[in-house]
């Protein structure tokens, strides 16, 4: 309904797109806002206190065959950025996979923008339930899955529900059924049949409760983990980057101008690239 490209993991006709959950506003509206409130949100706090003064929480979903990756990235303000200003990235940013062991793990870098270049990292591997959290101002991204897809379905793919938690953004209404970053979920004006399938369980009032300006959740479930909850111990990366000798065409001299020759010369870069001529796409 979206035209979401299965190459690209993108809308063909609108490029990337997300919702928007005004966390403090109002009650959880569908079954995906009741897991952001309910599980996601108060698990995040505990991690990473920080994230209590988080208003909004941005939420999308990427579906990849086992061989495809997402280039290294910032997690950031879409909007903000297409009106030419400077890039802002979510307090935390969340994964949750939905698939168990199709394509490869996430990454997360010690790399931040305008930084100097990545010196170590962590990588997590697709299970499940598994949920990844993490300071969302470091650069990330997915490595592509390892040989052959194992999987017993050789259409499967590596499905993830991405949520990142905002004190503020940018992102504004675009109007009824228009996708981009960060739009309200569909109101039921709306042509998606997909909001249907997401209806909300029950009553959810007696979960929505803030404590103090902080906006600390409170949960009538008690903890915000769920019991059954193992912790993951990340896979350390000691290296991110590798210097590597690219080739150079050159005119050789005493021979026609239509010849070339490749020169090996080795790598100098040192520093981050610029935000725009690296870091963005999918």
Not at 61 to 78: A, T
Not at 100 to 121: C, M
Not at 180 to 190: D, E
Request: glycine content about 8%; proline content about 8%.
């Amino acid at each position: 309904e979206h035209n979401y490209d299965t190459v690209i993991n993108a809308s063909s006709t609108a490029g990337y797109f997300s919702y928007l959950y005004p966390l403090k506003e109002r009650a959880p509206k569908c079954s995906v806002e009741q897991i952001i409130f309910n599980t996601i949100f108060p698990a995040v706090c505990e991690q990473f206190p920080q994230a209590a003064e988080a208003n909004y929480a941005e939420w999308w979903v990427h579906s990849r065959p086992h061989s495809n990756g997402h280039q290294l990235h910032f997690d950031s303000d879409e909007t903000r950025i297409m009106s030419g200003r400077t890039p802002q990235h979510p307090l935390v940013s969340t994964v949750l996979y939905l698939s168990d062991e199709i394509g490869g793990p996430t990454v997360v870098t010690n790399q931040r923008l305008a930084g100097p270049l990545a010196t170590e990292g962590y990588m997590v591997l697709p299970k499940s339930n598994r949920c990844v959290m993490f300071d969302a101002q470091y650069l990330h991204g997915v490595i592509p899955g390892r040989g052959v897809n194992s999987s017993p379905h050789s259409n499967a793919r590596r499905l993830t529900f991405m949520v990142g938690f905002w004190k503020d953004i940018a992102a504004k209404d675009r109007g009824l059924d228009v996708a981009g970053p960060g739009q309200p979920f569909p109101s039921n004006k709306s042509k998606y049949t997909w909001p249907k399938e997401m209806k909300s369980e029950g009553d959810t009032s007696s979960v929505f409760a803030f404590s103090g300006t902080a906006g600390v959740v409170k949960s009538t479930t008690g903890s915000a983990v769920p019991a059954e909850a193992v912790p993951v111990q990340p896979i350390h990366l000691n290296a991110i980057w590798e210097p590597i000798e690219c080739a150079v065409s050159r005119e050789v001299s005493g021979v026609d101008a239509s010849v070339s020759a490749s020169v090996k010369v080795p790598s100098t870069v040192a520093a981050t690239p610029h935000y725009s001529a690296c870091f963005q796409g999918f």
